[in-house]
C-alpha cells in the first residue's frame, strides 16, 4: 500500500510541476479530444498513444461535442478557477466562484496565459506561429517554446551555448551583434 501511495504523491508532484498535460493512453486512435489545458480553441488528436495539437480556425470558437463552435464566458458545468476570457481582449480572464462569473484584468503589460492560468509579461513573438522563439520576457539566453498564440514553456541555454539564434531559435555558441529588445542572436 505504500508504494501506491509514494507513486500517487509523485505523479501529483510530477504534474503540479510540469502543468497540465493531455494524454492519448487508453483513448482510441484517430479520435479527437476537448482539451483541460490551454485555451478553449485547442483540442487534441491522438495518433498512435501520440497527443497531435488541433486548434478551431477562430480564436472565439471552443471545440465542444466534436465541433468547433462559437462559444463564450460562461461558468455553467465549470469547477471553481480561473479562464481565458474569448469575450474580452487578452489581459482580461474571468473566475468561476460558486457558479458566478467575475471578470478579472491582468497587471499592465500582461496577459492571461491560458496554458498557465496565470498573468504573465506578454511574450509578442507567439503571435508569429508555433514553437520556439526567442524569449523578450526573459531575456537574452532564454527561448520559449510557443503554442496557440501563448507562451507554453521555457528553456535557458546552457553555458557552452548560450545565446538564442535568431533564425533556428536554437542555442549557440558565438554571438556577433544581438537584434532587437528580444536579445538574440543576428550574426
Request: with cysteine.
Amino acid at each position: 500500500m505504500s508504494k501506491l501511495l509514494a507513486a500517487l504523491v509523485a505523479l501529483s508532484i510530477a504534474y503540479s510541476v510540469q502543468g497540465c498535460s493531455d494524454s492519448c493512453v487508453g483513448r482510441r486512435n484517430g479520435r479527437c479530444y476537448p482539451s483541460a489545458c490551454g485555451p478553449c480553441n485547442y483540442y487534441f488528436k491522438c495518433q498512435h498513444t501520440v497527443v497531435v495539437e488541433q486548434y478551431c480556425r477562430e480564436s472565439s470558437y471552443c471545440y465542444l461535442n466534436g465541433r468547433c463552435r462559437p462559444c463564450g464566458d460562461s461558468c455553467e458545468g465549470r469547477r471553481d478557477g480561473v479562464y481565458p476570457s474569448v469575450n474580452r481582449a487578452r489581459p482580461y480572464y474571468y473566475q468561476c466562484e460558486a457558479g458566478q462569473l467575475y471578470y478579472r484584468e491582468c497587471q499592465p503589460f500582461q496577459i492571461f496565459n491560458a496554458w498557465t492560468r496565470k498573468c504573465e509579461c506578454f511574450e509578442g513573438a507567439c503571435l508569429h506561429g508555433n514553437g520556439w522563439r526567442s524569449s523578450f520576457c526573459r531575456g537574452k539566453g532564454w527561448r520559449v517554446f510557443c503554442s496557440g498564440g501563448f507562451a507554453r514553456y521555457y528553456r535557458q541555454c546552457p553555458r557552452p551555448r548560450p545565446h538564442v539564434c535568431c533564425h533556428t531559435y536554437t542555442c549557440v555558441s558565438t554571438c556577433t551583434s544581438y537584434y532587437g529588445r528580444g536579445h538574440c542572436c543576428r550574426g
